[in-house]
């Protein structure tokens, strides 16, 4: 089993829409995968088709109990004829439980790494809360690598920068995560977009991976709770799921 967070401290990113997609691409392939949906937004559960479960994530949080997140665990709502993975729903009340866990005098960091004790899946996506606060950190603490999504922006590079510094101060408590490579997401067509796609290019030579275009059809399916792969012929649905399997296909490379 491989653990990987998905992480970026800034929102709008497409983080989530990355995680959904590996999440495809690897069930596609014959994987298990289990997404853990650790962002207070809950779009990863949304996205599968999942809203307001109970038990959630939440009271995966609420104490370090050993294998607590698999009582939670629940099948995603997308077509079971298609590419189905599992689920650790998400919660709105995590938003109140991160300043609860911070109050914990022994530290709450690695209360995550512990609820997932026994969890047997091929591939566990963990999809972190745009932020740097205790719930990114504990899904950095649960992890044994780490993805960065960014976007052909201004200023993309130093963020990705800031969020490889947190990932390599939480390696250094426990020697993993490790960055298994930096995602660019949303790639138009436009000059903009080619200008800062080169800079990060250039920037991240051997961690970037293959990019993820910008295409109606993924908000599409986002929007659908739905896998890409349903939409069929749909202009922009096949283009899509071909660079997700690409980048599934690079991540297991680099993964081992």
Same mark, same amino acid.
């Given at each position: 089993?491989?653990?990987?967070?998905?992480?970026?401290?800034?929102?709008?990113?497409?983080?989530?829409?990355?995680?959904?997609?590996?999440?495809?691409?690897?069930?596609?392939?014959?994987?298990?995968? /289990?997404?853990? =949906? /650790?962002?207070?937004?809950?779009?990863?559960?949304?996205?599968?088709?999942?809203?307001?479960?109970?038990?959630?994530?939440?009271?995966?949080?609420?104490?370090?109990?050993?294998?607590?997140?698999?009582? !939670?665990?629940?099948?995603?709502?997308?077509?079971? =004829?298609?590419?189905?993975?599992?689920?650790?729903?998400?919660?709105?009340?995590?938003?109140?439980?991160?300043?609860?866990? +911070?109050? =914990?005098?022994?530290?709450?960091? =690695?209360?995550?790494?512990?609820?997932?004790?026994?969890?047997?899946?091929?591939?566990? %996506?963990?999809?972190?809360?745009?932020? %740097?606060? /205790?719930?990114?950190?504990?899904?950095?603490?649960?992890?044994?690598?780490?993805?960065?999504?960014?976007?052909?922006?201004?200023?993309?590079?130093?963020?990705? *920068?800031?969020?490889?510094?947190?990932?390599?101060?939480?390696?250094?408590?426990?020697?993993?995560?490790?960055?298994?490579?930096?995602?660019?997401?949303?790639?138009?067509? !436009?000059?903009?977009? +080619?200008?800062?796609?080169?800079? %990060?290019?250039?920037?991240?030579?051997?961690? %970037?991976?293959?990019?993820?275009?910008?295409? +109606? +059809?993924?908000?599409?399916?986002?929007?659908?709770?739905?896998?890409?792969?349903?939409?069929?012929?749909?202009?922009?649905?096949?283009?899509?799921?071909?660079?997700?399997?690409?980048?599934?296909? *690079?991540?297991?490379?680099?993964?081992?």
């Amino acid at each position: 089993m491989v653990t990987l967070a998905v992480v970026n401290q800034k929102g709008g990113v497409g983080k989530t829409t990355v995680a959904l997609g590996i999440a495809e691409a690897a069930c596609a392939a014959g994987h298990s995968v /289990l997404v853990v =949906d /650790l962002d207070p937004q809950s779009n990863a559960s949304a996205g599968l088709g999942v809203w307001n479960a109970f038990p959630n994530i939440d009271g995966v949080l609420a104490d370090a109990t050993p294998g607590a997140a698999l009582a !939670t665990v629940v099948s995603s709502g997308w077509p079971p =004829d298609g590419p189905c993975p599992h689920l650790v729903p998400g919660s709105y009340a995590l938003a109140s439980r991160e300043p609860q866990m +911070a109050a =914990d005098l022994v530290g709450a960091q =690695d209360r995550l790494r512990i609820a997932l004790a026994g969890v047997n899946h091929d591939l566990v %996506l963990i999809d972190c809360p745009p932020s %740097l606060g /205790l719930l990114c950190i504990n899904g950095l603490f649960a992890a044994d690598r780490a993805l960065v999504v960014t976007e052909p922006a201004a200023w993309a590079a130093d963020g990705v *920068d800031l969020m490889r510094s947190t990932i390599n101060r939480v390696a250094q408590r426990q020697g993993t995560p490790t960055v298994a490579g930096v995602v660019l997401n949303r790639v138009g067509r !436009t000059r903009d977009n +080619a200008y800062w796609a080169q800079q %990060l290019a250039e920037r991240f030579v051997t961690e %970037l991976m293959p990019p993820i275009p910008q295409r +109606a +059809a993924i908000a599409e399916a986002s929007g659908q709770s739905q896998p890409l792969r349903a939409l069929g012929r749909r202009p922009g649905a096949p283009e899509a799921v071909q660079a997700f399997d690409e980048l599934w296909a *690079d991540l297991q490379r680099r993964l081992g």
